[in-house]
């Protein structure tokens, strides 16, 4: 259910420099739409390491250890990026 979830959230991520360049608000902030873009590849990244392969050559600790390092990296990267775009859009 999660890697469904992180798989979503990861594509979302990874439009969102698309959509803004087509509502021509990327050139306000653009270094926030690097940062999501950037969230958005290691949500992709988390939701490989949580596909099950670990149970299949018993590495399950470690999928598991790099899902959740991944997931927190997505989400402190997805914040600055989000910060860093209401700055650029409201300032």
Excluded: H, Q, R
């Excluded at 798989?7 to 940062?35: R, T």
């Excluded at 959740?68 to 989000?82: A, P």
């Amino acid at each position: 259910m999660f890697e469904a979830t992180f798989v979503w959230m990861g594509i979302a991520l990874l439009l969102a420099p698309i959509l803004a360049e087509y509502g021509k608000i990327k050139k306000k902030g653009d270094k926030g739409f690097i940062w999501l873009g950037a969230g958005g590849a290691s949500y992709l990244l988390a939701a490989a390491f949580n596909l099950g392969i670990g149970s299949a050559i018993s590495i399950g600790s470690a999928v598991t250890w790099g899902t959740t390092l991944f997931s927190v990296i997505g989400l402190l990267v997805t914040l600055i990026g989000v910060v860093f775009v209401l700055l650029g859009v409201f300032k």
